[in-house]
């Protein structure tokens, strides 16, 4: 198993986690998709997506990256937006 592959088996573990928490923001379910793209894990992807998209309809990865702006390496952000478009979302 890859690093990166290790990472995102990682992130998707923990986001597990924190969408448990009642009334969570958004930004789990967008890691968790992010992650889930990475992976390509088709099955809990579909799910994942439409859990992120009912709490944020607008999501897409434009609005991502216009709300990371405070992420300096341009490396992380692409790697995230990545996942995202992986994951099913546009923009």
């Given at each position: 198993?890859?690093?990166?592959?290790?990472?995102?088996?990682?992130?998707?573990?923990?986001?597990?986690?924190?969408?448990?928490?009642?009334?969570?923001?958004?930004?789990?379910?967008?890691?968790?998709?992010?992650?889930?793209?990475?992976?390509?894990?088709?099955?809990?992807?579909?799910?994942?997506?439409?859990?992120?998209?009912q709490r944020q309809p607008a999501?897409?990865?434009?609005?991502?990256?216009?709300?990371?702006?405070?992420?300096?390496?341009?490396?992380h952000l692409q790697l995230y937006?990545?996942?995202?478009?992986?994951?099913?979302?546009?923009?």
């Open positions: 198993m890859c690093q990166k592959t290790r990472q995102c088996a990682c992130v998707q573990s923990r986001t597990n986690r924190d969408v448990a928490v009642p009334n969570c923001h958004y930004w789990p379910f967008a890691h968790r998709v992010s992650a889930l793209g990475h992976l390509q894990n088709t099955g809990a992807l579909a799910l994942a997506r439409s859990e992120l998209l999501f897409s990865c434009a609005f991502a990256e216009r709300r990371l702006f405070y992420i300096t390496n341009p490396a937006l990545e996942g995202l478009r992986k994951g099913g979302l546009s923009g």
